[in-house]
């Protein structure tokens, strides 16, 4: 039996699907892996004054909680595999570029204000629980945490059974159903095209959607660490399947900030298996993915 559990937390539509025995005890895990979700949001959110990231951005150095460091510590991770592309102290840009709020709550047209480069100094020390930011520096976890959190969640699921996790664009699988693997729809500039995926993670990147105008411009979140600014990169979309949510989450943005010839070619190098999308339509499938 599939149980299937949504709501909206951290800004997207969420979705559990769980094949599970007994149904009470499904159901139970559903309500704790939502619980964990909002949880988890309390803690990652730039949006929450109170969360324990904004005192963090506050307070430039803090002694914050295991989830906090351990986002941190992956996302620093992350930062020097892709060489900088992906980026955790973009916080400053996305909010020059007028996302300053939730996507929810943001106008259809900002002020916006000059460009904040990213590459600011994090410092972590493991032992103490501590980090520590350079002045001026604060942190952006908004996709990366929804990987962790599709990770942290489908690892609990788990224990009832083959499950799936959705946050928007960062799905997080373990276990194939009875039935098979699970299957995952990407749109694309050829159609819909399906993924079927045994355990790991898929994370889409793109500047299709949370989208703005921000001082008479078109805007959007995918940040250029480089210039501060929105990326113009000719690429829509990138999909891309990893072991993990956080890796995932990471390499799509890093390919998108590449540019669709230089994705393409560093995801067959590396065998990075992802999709595509250019800003006229067109799909390309690297990294040993191909049609079946």
Known sequence: MILRHTFRAMGT???????????????????????????????LSRFRPDSELSQLNRSGRMRVGSDLLALVVQALEQRDRTAGRFD??????????GYDRSIESLPAE??????VP??????VDVEECLVSLASGV????????????????????AGCG????????????????????WTVGLATGNGPLTLALDSGAIATSGR?????????????????????????????????????GVEAEAHAKALMLAGRAEAAREADARGIPAVLVGVGGETTLTGGLHDA
């Open 118 to 123: 990213g590459g600011g100094d994090v410092a």
């Open 208 to 244: 299709d959607r949370r989208r703005w105008r921000c001082n008479g411009r078109e805007a959007h979140h995918i940040i250029d660490p480089v210039t501060g600014a929105p990326s113009e990169t000719d690429l829509l979309r990138v999909s891309v399947v990893a072991s993990t």
């Open 138 to 157: 604060r942190l952006d976890l908004g996709g990366i945490a929804k990987g962790f959190t599709a990770d942290r969640v489908a690892d609990t699921l």
């Open 13 to 43: 539509d969420v979705e559990f699907l769980l094949e599970a025995g007994p149904r009470e005890d499904g159901l139970g895990a559903l309500r704790a892996a939502a619980g964990e979700v909002s949880r988890l949001e309390r803690i």
């Open 162 to 181: 083959p499950c799936l996790v959705s946050l928007g664009g960062d799905i997080a699988v373990r276990g194939p159903r009875t039935s098979g693997p």
């Open 88 to 97: 955790p102290t973009v916080h400053d840009a996305v909010v020059a570029a």
């Open 110 to 115: 900002v002020q916006g204000r000059a460009p």
